[in-house]
């Protein structure tokens, strides 16, 4: 249910921040990765407590549709770690404890409210995302070198929920839940994914572009993460199932892992 993957990513992402930071204060980082860990295997357990119908379509392989753990099982599981969360955030300062109560609480309003609408649960998820990094810098102590991966980051994970609303929409369209896929069809969503994807691009780049990172960067991200979006923009057009495109959106994610080796090697800490 944690979904060990997806969490990881988060996890990176908040070391990114700390690193950018450049105050070399891993102690702080490290409280700030496990206590977002703990948000992310959270926020997973409640969506699929929450989604368990929509599952049984969409993820039947799941824990909880395919009947592996129990519905209070995932919901005990949710809390404890949601718990846990606020305790290490709060050994850290009252900013990142701040921000750790403002991610659970958005997480988990999502699943019960947001997520059945038109981009602003996209956008919330996203906002979410955004923050793994700042929470590594505020851990730091320096906070506005990660903005830059803050912002890069938003755009892409809403580009990526997009796609991830076309993977799910026969299972969202046959529980007539309402997200971008199901409101103005696949084939204009799959447009505003396509927008998405590109500003994503722009994005990436605008930190070489202010001087911020080293040559280094511009080369990683144009040779190795721009070539997997290209892909995934050519396949997105020709494929139409479910597993398909759930394929594809993972492969955004590992796309995220070379644009965080670029940071790491072209930033100027």
């Known amino acids: 249910m944690s979904r060990p993957l997806s969490t990881l990513t988060g996890v990176l992402a908040v070391g990114l921040g700390g690193y950018v930071a450049g105050t070399g204060a891993w102690d702080k980082i490290g409280l700030a990765a496990l206590a977002t860990l703990f948000v992310s295997a959270a926020a997973n357990a409640w969506n699929d407590y929450r989604d368990i119908d929509i599952d049984r379509i969409n993820q039947p392989q799941r824990p909880l549709p395919s009947g592996m753990v129990s519905p209070r099982a995932a ?66 102590g320096n906070p506005r070198p990660s903005l830059w991966l803050g912002a890069i980051i938003f755009v892409g994970i809403l580009g990526r929920e997009v796609l991830k609303t076309l ?44 001087g911020q990172y080293e040559p280094i960067y511009a080369w990683i991200v144009a040779l190795g993460v721009f070539p997997v979006a290209v892909y995934v923009i050519i396949r997105v057009t020709r494929e139409r199932s479910g597993p398909q495109l759930e394929r594809l959106s993972q492969l955004l994610k590992y796309d995220f892992l070379i644009w965080f080796a670029a940071v790491l090697l072209g930033a100027s800490v």
């Open 75 to 140: 919901l005990v599981f949710s809390i404890v770690l949601a718990a846990l969360s606020l305790g290490l955030a709060a050994l850290i300062s009252p900013a990142a404890l701040a921000i750790a109560v403002a991610s659970n609480i958005l997480l988990y309003v999502y699943s019960v409210w947001l997520k059945s609408t038109v981009l602003l649960g996209n956008a919330t998820v996203a906002l979410i995302s955004a923050m793994s990094p700042i929470f590594g810098g505020v851990a730091a």
């Open 167 to 210: 993977a799910d929409y026969d299972g969202d369209h046959a529980h007539q839940v309402r997200t971008i896929a199901t409101a103005i069809g696949p084939r204009a969503a799959r447009t505003v994914f396509f927008f998405l994807l590109g500003a994503t691009a722009i994005v990436m780049l605008a930190p070489y572009l202010a």
